[in-house]
Every structure is written in C-alpha cells, then in structure tokens.
C-alpha cells in the first residue's frame, strides 16, 4: 500500500512538471503593422483616354491636350500630376484639377535632353485617395545638323557679349555656312589678340573680300551639339587683321576652344585660345566670351 501511494505522488508531481512548461514556452505572435501599406482603391468614376506614346527631339517642345472624362456621375474632384521627367526635361500642367468631365494639357520643354526612350507617368488621385496612374513613352531623338543649327541661331544674343581679356567695343557674331550641305555654324569678328592693357588695339578675324565685294564671314567655323548643349570650336587656322594709322597688320592664328549653352540660366559661355608667331616669338590670347541664350 505504501509503495502505491509513493507512485501515485510521483505520478502527480511528474504531471505538474510538464504542465509548468508547456506554460513557460508558450508563444505569443503579435501582428506588425508598422510596414503595412495600405492598398490603393481605384476609382472607376472618370477615365482618360487617347494618351499616346509620342517622338520628339532633345530641343523642342510637345503639347499633349486629354480630356479627364467622368464614366459616372460623382461629386468628387481629381487631381493630376506628373512623375519623374528626363534630364534637362521641364514639363506643366494647364489644369490641375476638376471635377470631370473637364480638358487639360501637358506641355513639355525639352532642352537638350539626352537621346533616349523614356517612360512618362500622368498620376490621378482624387479628394477620397484614391489614385489611377497614365503611362505612355516620348522618344527623344537627335535633331539633324539643320535643326541644331537654327536652334542656335535663334537663341544666341549678341547684346551681353563680352571678353575677359579687355576688347573692349568688339562683338562677335555668328552665320550659318555659306554651303547648305555643311553642318558647321561660324563666327566672325572674333577677337584673337590684345595688343595692349587697355584692349584698344586687338586682332580681329578676317577674311578676303568674297566676289561681291564684302567681308566673308565664314571665318572661325563651329559645332552645336543640341543633344548635350556642347559648343566646340576644333583647332583651326584663320587670318588675325589689325589696322593702325591707317594701315592693315595681317597674322595667321591658330584657335580652339569648348564651352556650353547653360539650360538653368539661359546663358552661354565659351573659352577659346589663340596663338600666332609674331616675327619669331609665340604670342598667345586666352578669351572667355558669354551672353545670353533664350530659348
């Protein structure tokens, strides 16, 4: 009888044992929503259609007009946005909000942007949060040598032109080439050289009279790249003209130079190098020129 109780008391002690520790391991799972997105509800009142993937070149313009259409009668506004654009891309909307049915239009400025395929989005999102996002593409291709050129043409001015090394009265000016087929744009009237502190006395270029009987001005010839807004002035020689009393002072010079058409600013600057054997001893000009570019 004593060695049953015995066992029955070891029975029940072994018992509380497995209980305690079926407790003290017991796992508790608590959710975390600190992550957790909230899902985003489409709205099927209002639609836009006929957005279409567009072809531009990197100095232009695009006007896209689109109709935010109501599918079914609410009182809710909509409002439009645009997501990230290309480099050197500035794009605006006309309406930004409404209650549809009502127009709109995206306009988009593309200074020198870089050639490329690049996906465009139009970002719904109404008073109630609920979001619908537009997706198209613009190709931005490399305009022809004609179209850069012209681009060029029409924004440089000549009426903030200046030189860091004192020239002072002279400006320069540009032409496209006289050859249509040729890409290359020219200046003319360039300052190569200062003869002296005060910048009176200066090399121009120049050129011999051409059959008419007037200055040639397709003299420093160079490029305009629009796709990255680069100006290049390859190494070249051209004639440097002085006059003093009267009397012409004629010098070959070589010249090269780089600069940049600034997008932000809207203004230009070049640097170009000059020189010349001046009677057996090296002379050499350093010049930066800039002004405005409006595009």
Do not use: W
């Amino acid at each position: 009888m004593r060695n049953t109780i015995i066992t029955v008391a070891a029975l029940l002690l072994i018992f509380a044992i497995s209980c305690q520790k079926k407790d003290s391991t017991k796992v508790v799972y608590i959710a975390d929503t600190t992550n957790t997105d909230t899902p985003k509800v489409t709205d099927d009142s209002y639609y836009i259609p006929g957005l279409a993937d567009k072809t531009v070149n990197s100095f232009s313009q695009l006007d896209i007009d689109f109709t935010v259409t109501q599918n079914t009668i609410t009182d809710t506004r909509v409002y439009l946005s645009l997501g990230d654009l290309p480099t050197n891309t500035y794009g605006n909307i006309s309406v930004k909000s409404g209650y549809p049915t009502y127009n709109s239009s995206l306009h988009f400025d593309f200074q020198f942007t870089p050639p490329g395929n690049y996906p465009i989005k139009l970002v719904t999102k109404t008073e109630n949060n609920t979001q619908k996002d537009y997706h198209f593409n613009i190709e931005v291709t490399k305009p022809d040598d004609q179209e850069c050129n012209n681009a060029f043409l029409n924004g440089y001015k000549t009426s903030n032109f200046n030189y860091s090394d004192s020239a002072y009265g002279s400006v320069a000016n540009i032409t496209p080439s006289p050859l249509s087929y040729e890409k290359h744009l020219y200046f003319y009237n360039l300052v190569l050289y200062t003869l002296s502190s005060a910048g009176v006395d200066y090399y121009l270029s120049y050129s011999a009279l051409n059959s008419t009987n007037s200055a040639r001005t397709d003299q420093i010839k160079f490029d305009f790249d629009c796709s990255s807004g680069n100006i290049t002035i390859p190494l070249q020689q051209v004639i440097g003209q002085y006059m003093t009393l009267g009397t012409s002072i004629q010098d070959t010079f070589n010249i090269s130079g780089y600069g940049a058409v600034d997008v932000k600013t809207q203004s230009y600057n070049i640097t170009y190098r000059t020189n010349f054997d001046d009677k057996g001893t090296m002379r050499y000009g350093k010049f930066t020129m800039s002004g405005d570019f409006k595009l």
